[in-house]
């Protein structure tokens, strides 16, 4: 991955660790959460903050202007860097 600063003339490489797959990890894991009755990573608080920002984009295109949005910082655990999205579910077939 390529990544360039705001002040950088070059872009530099970025080394990417862990899994490279992206799109519905967090769906995957919090499946997997729940079929194992373990506490998942997604909140409200950090589901309120996404349709913040989706809300501010919106509201953004169609005025033509930047739209403030509040300070939120909300963690999240991080997947293990060994964390596998391919490998199979415990106690679940795969049909």
């Given at each position: 991955?390529?990544?360039?600063?705001?002040?950088?003339?070059?872009?530099?490489?970025?080394?990417?660790?862990?899994?490279?797959?992206?799109?519905?990890?967090?769906?995957?894991d919090?499946?997997?959460?729940?079929?194992?009755?373990?506490?998942?990573?997604?909140?409200?608080?950090?589901?309120?903050?996404?349709?913040?920002?989706?809300?501010?984009?919106?509201?953004?295109?169609?005025?033509?202007?930047?739209?403030?949005?509040?300070?939120?910082?909300?963690?999240?655990?991080?997947?293990?860097?060994?964390?596998?999205?391919t490998?199979?579910?415990?106690?679940?077939?795969?049909?």
């Open positions: 991955m390529l990544v360039r600063g705001f002040e950088d003339k070059d872009w530099r490489e970025l080394p990417v660790v862990g899994s490279t797959a992206g799109r519905g990890l967090g769906v995957l919090m499946a997997r959460a729940i079929r194992g009755d373990e506490a998942h990573r997604t909140t409200g608080e950090l589901a309120r903050h996404v349709l913040e920002m989706m809300t501010a984009i919106t509201t953004s295109a169609e005025m033509y202007e930047t739209v403030q949005l509040e300070p939120a910082f909300v963690t999240v655990r991080p997947l293990p860097l060994d964390w596998n999205p490998a199979p579910t415990e106690g679940c077939s795969r049909w």
